[in-house]
Nanobody, 125 residues
Framework: QVQLVESGGGLVQAGGSLRLSCAAS????????VAWFRQTPGKEREFVAA????????YYGDALKGRFTIRRDYAENTVYLQMNSLKPEDTAIYYC??????????????????WGQGTQVTVSS
């Protein structure tokens, strides 16, 4: 059974950068799509980014494209989310998720069946 271990969250000033990591244990990402979601209290879970099993195609939420980059390292069995130009509204718990979504559903949390524990990102003004 695949377990996902997330790290890299923390406190950062507006305009700064963070890199989140999602590492697989007990299995491999190979053959699975990977996505990042985020959630704040009182708000719906928001799609952040996704990468296909091949690693050749990436997708981003409309509000994030241009600031965030997702990539996967098959040798390290890890997926990264590089976050630049962070804003206070980026503050959230960020979750890594694994599944086999089709293109039309990759932005939906229900399309994923393995989830990490979440890592807190806090951006101060």
């Amino acid at each position: 059974q695949v377990q996902l271990v997330e790290s890299g969250g923390g406190l950062v000033q507006a305009g700064g950068s963070l890199r989140l990591s999602c590492a697989a244990s007990g299995g491999t990402f190979r053959g699975y799509g990977v996505a990042w979601f985020r959630q704040t209290p009182g708000k719906e879970r928001e799609f952040v980014a996704a990468i296909r099993a091949s690693g050749s195609n990436t997708y981003y939420g409309d509000a994030l494209k241009g600031r965030f980059t997702i990539r996967r390292d098959y040798a390290e069995n890890t997926v990264y989310l590089q976050m630049n130009s962070l804003k206070p509204e980026d503050t959230a718990i960020y979750y890594c998720a694994v599944g086999r979504p089709i293109l039309s559903t990759l932005h939906q949390a229900s399309a994923y069946y393995y989830w990490g524990q979440g890592t807190q990102v806090t951006v101060s003004s």
